[in-house]
C-alpha cells in the first residue's frame, strides 16, 4: 500500500523554491542601494560605514541561515529515509 522513497538533498533542491530568494533579495538590497545613493549625492560620510556594516550583516545573516536550513534538511531526510513505511506525496 505504502510505498518507500528514500530522497536526498539533491531531490530537494530539484524542487522549485527559488521564487522565494528571486523575490525577497532585491528587496533587501534595494533599500541599502537606494540609502548609498542618497548619502553619495547629499555627501553625507557617516552613511558609509552604516551601509557596508548593515550590509555585512545581512549576508552574514543569510549564510547562516542556509546553512542552518540546509543542516535542518539533512537531519530530517536522515530520519525520513529510517521509516520502514513511506508517506504518499498525494492524497
Known amino acids: ?6 530522497f536526498t ?4 533542491l530539484q524542487l ?3 521564487i522565494v530568494l528571486w523575490l525577497a533579495v532585491p528587496i533587501l538590497i534595494s533599500p541599502l542601494i537606494l540609502e548609498w545613493i542618497y ?6 560620510e ?8 548593515s550590509l555585512s550583516v ?7 541561515n542556509g546553512l542552518q536550513k ?11 529515509n529510517l521509516l520502514p ?3 504518499p506525496h498525494t492524497w
Open 39 to 44: 548619502s553619495y549625492r547629499k555627501k553625507i
Open 70 to 80: 540546509v543542516g535542518l534538511y539533512t537531519i530530517i531526510l536522515f530520519f525520513y
Open 16 to 18: 522549485d523554491f527559488n
Open 58 to 64: 545581512g549576508f552574514v545573516k543569510l549564510v547562516l
Open 1 to 6: 500500500m505504502f510505498k518507500k522513497e528514500t
Open 9 to 12: 538533498l539533491e531531490q530537494l
Open 85 to 87: 513505511l513511506g508517506i
Open 46 to 53: 557617516s552613511y558609509e560605514s552604516i551601509f557596508f556594516a
